[in-house]
Structures are given as structure tokens and as C-alpha cells.
């Protein structure tokens, strides 16, 4: 959808953001209790060499399996919902705003976190070319997308939409008609 996007957009403007895909990454790095939970759930066949998940051996078991996924959502999720509860407690006692970037956000129920909601949306065609540029197969496209509320429905319960089918200019352009600068280098 271009959430990374948007996200890059308004860092470079000066607004904190913190990305709970990284945050996932961060919680299953060797040393890290999630990482032991994964070993002992799926096994060491989804463990490299290097002690880190396979994630592509992970995603294609956990894509093609709700029961599997859900499973290392009940890992993952409550270690990521805390740390970027803890950036918003910062930023909040420290009288600032930032941005949280949540793709699963209302899967999740994380939505009343935040007092305001912005969804990043583009056409699913746009949507399926930009996933197979990531090297995606068709079927891992669709799995993915299957375990997923539909952009629809996200749209839908944001408080504002951002459609993501133009250029950098275009998304900066709608970004401030929304009031979303975090300054002046937008």
C-alpha cells in the first residue's frame, strides 16, 4: 500500500515513526525470549544457520496456515504492542506526537490506541505490483492479502485515507491538506 512510504515521508519532516514491522524483527532477534518461544512451537527447521528465523520458510508455513499464524501472533504481537506503547507514552508525557506504523492495526484491535487513524490505500492491482516487485510469488500475494481485513474495511474505519497511486509529491500534497506536517520540511 505504501505505508513505508509515508512513513519515510514524514521522518524526513522530523516526526518520530516507529514501524511495528521492525519492531517484529527486533523481538526475534537471537537472545530474545520470542525467538526461543518460535524454536520450541515450529521447530529448527524455521532457525538458520546464522541462529536467526528463516522468515521465508516461516511466512510460506504460516501464510498457508490460519492455526500456525495465529500461533506466532500469540508470540510476537504482545512483545510488539509493548514497545510501541512505550513510544507513545513518551511522546505523549513529553506533550509530542509521532507516528505508529501498524499494518495489522485493526486485525489486532489497536486502533483505540491512537487518536488519530490514517489508512494508506492504492488500487489492488497497484497493491499486488508493488508485492511482486518485493519478489512475491502470485499465491504468496494472495495468502497474504486473505490474512488481511480487506483495504475496504480499513478505509473504512480510518479517521482519514491516504490513496497511494501517485508520487512522492502527490502523497506530501495530501499529507498537508490533512494537517500531517510535522513541520516545515515536509
Known amino acids: 500500500m505504501g505505508k513505508s512510504t509515508v512513513a519515510r515521508v514524514w521522518a524526513k519532516a522530523g516526526l518520530p515513526v516507529v514501524d511495528s514491522d521492525e519492531l517484529a524483527r527486533e523481538v526475534v ?3 530474545q525470549p520470542a525467538l526461543k518461544e518460535i524454536r520450541e ?17 516461516l511466512a510460506a508455513c504460516i501464510f498457508s496456515d490460519d492455526g500456525l499464524r ?16 512505550t ?3 513518551e511522546w505523549r508525557l513529553a ?17 483505540a490506541n491512537f487518536d488519530t487513524v490514517l ?21 504468496q500475494i494472495q495468502q497474504r492479502i ?4 480487506p483495504i475496504t474495511g480499513k478505509m473504512v474505519n480510518a479517521d482519514h485515507v491516504l490513496w497511494n497511486e501517485g508520487g512522492l509529491d502527490v502523497l506530501r500534497s495530501q ?8 513541520g516545515s520540511r515536509m
Open 29 to 31: 532477534q537471537p537472545g
Open 41 to 57: 512451537s515450529f521447530g529448527d527447521e524455521f532457525i538458520g544457520d546464522d541462529g536467526r528465523i528463516d522468515r521465508a520458510r
Open 70 to 85: 495465529k500461533q506466532l501472533e500469540i508470540i510476537i504481537h504482545p512483545r510488539v504492542r509493548e514497545r510501541w506503547r
Open 87 to 89: 513510544f507513545v507514552s
Open 95 to 111: 506533550g509530542n506526537s509521532g507516528v505508529v506504523v501498524i499494518p495489522l492495526l485493526f486485525e489486532v484491535g489497536a486502533e
Open 119 to 139: 489508512c494508506v490505500a492504492c488500487t489492488g492491482g497497484t497493491q499486488r505490483e508493488r508485492l511482486r516487485k518485493r519478489g512475491l510469488s502470485e499465491e
Open 146 to 149: 486473505a490474512s488481511q481485513l
Open 175 to 182: 499529507l498537508m491538506q490533512l494537517g500531517f506536517t510535522g
